[in-house]
DNA sequence: TTTTAACAAGACATAAAAGTAAACATTCAA
DNA sequence: TTGAATGTTTACTTTTATGTCTTGTTAAAA
């Protein structure tokens, strides 16, 4: 249970985008740049999130990226699957049987109680946050970050 | 931010040995057998878990594993860090700075923020769960489960 | 004391994720 | 219409996680 490098490149990058002001959206050689990756990188990053239709861009001469809706519309949950996966999807008791071809867990099994927990309670949390959540100073938004888990 | 296989089948591995009435323990033929892995690779699964004094074993023939401690006493969150690591350590920014030195983002870093407001939370909820609590029937464990997640 | 069944440890092979490179397509402007 | 700057796509290399193999150690019982 750890986090991907994708999903931490990538919201990065996603956020390099959102705080852009220019109405040409901003380039992948400035991405690159701003965030010391190469440029091959971040346009494999670019291209998960423009799939996910949560940045469009636009190709040529003066092209960039730009958000596909507004910051408040993107959750960080959504944004997290596309880069990152599901913690627990539904394949993954299928991908956990051993050598026997069911799970022997199958009829009695805790551990996918505490996964689902797991899964429900993360993704519980990253419903709540938007993109626009995380664009304020580290101080504010540590602050609305906070404020959910002090509930 | 998945679950590792290390995390699965180490967990797997754990609730066998608790559950186990032989004062002896149970070998790794035996996890081995009952969750359908090879033996090397429960052997590596229970190192992790002996290292971490979570259980101990007995070498020589008749021997086998019991839990170090009781149930009740296995935090679920000490069983997975030493299976799986933590989500968000310290050395993430250092090994996550791109082609810079520096993470380009340690000034103004709410993408940082965001991972310490989920650590916190899947810690919070991982402290709260038991070995024991993952011992009775999954209809059981569901229902001690899902009174944390309904809060 | 020898055999046997178990655990212990580290080296090795394989698979998946991360990151790089190269060839291609699109748009704008001169 | 040409070229420069940009995004797009696929294939490749490297690294890391996963799982296997080999050799060694321990302890009970014959």
Known sequence: MKISSQEEYG??????IASCKDAEGISIPQLSEAEGLSSHYVAKLTRSLRLADIIKSTPG??????LARSASDIIIRDVLAELGGVMFDKG???RH??????????????VRSL???VQVTVDRLLSKITLEDLLSSEKDSLHVLNSLVEV
Request: include cysteine.
């Open 11 to 16: 919201l990065r990058v996603l956020l390099r």
């Open 92 to 94: 993954f008791c299928g």
């Open 61 to 66: 001469s003066k092209g960039g990226y730009l």
């Open 97 to 110: 049987n051993g050598i026997a071809n069911l799970c022997t867990n199958s009829v009695n099994c805790s």
């Open 115 to 117: 996964w689902r927990v």
